[in-house]
Nanobody, 125 residues
Framework: VQLQACGGGVVQPGGSLRLSCGAS????????LGWFRQAPGKEREAVCG????????YYADSVKGRFTISRDKSKNMAYLQMNSLKPEDTAVYFC???????????????????WGQGTLVTVSS
């Protein structure tokens, strides 16, 4: 059972990246999913989440309107499209399956069941 996050890299301010999160050994179909990030010297924080039915989502205020979480059940994948990136978005990004998710409510670290290994996003000119 494993989650793998990838797609990070170095991008200039205003640029875009799409992170991917793939699962092996289990099916993501019935899982709520979240993306978290941890900047240097800071605690891990929730970026966004999506319910298993894709009906409900959550976005942190800092990314609302710029980031979009999605999932492709046919590929057993989840994605985080990040647009208009800012230097303060620099962090290691983690995907996680969630034991609990409520619309418009930030998932917590303790809600995470399986975690990807993290992928580094650096926004710098």
């Amino acid at each position: 059972v494993q989650l793998q996050a990838c797609g990070g890299g170095v991008v200039q301010p205003g640029g875009s990246l799409r992170l991917s999160c793939g699962a092996s050994g289990f099916n993501l179909d019935y899982q709520a999913l979240g993306w978290f990030r941890q900047a240097p010297g800071k605690e891990r924080e929730a970026v966004c989440g999506i319910s298993s039915t894709e009906t409900f989502t959550y976005y942190a205020d800092s990314v609302k309107g710029r980031f979009t979480i999605s999932r492709d059940k046919s590929k057993n994948m989840a994605y985080l499209q990040m647009n208009s990136l800012k230097p303060e978005d620099t962090a290691v990004y983690f995907c996680a399956t969630l034991r609990f998710f409520k619309a418009n409510t930030p998932p917590t670290i303790s809600d995470g069941i399986y975690w990807g290994q993290g992928t580094l996003v650096t926004v710098s000119s």
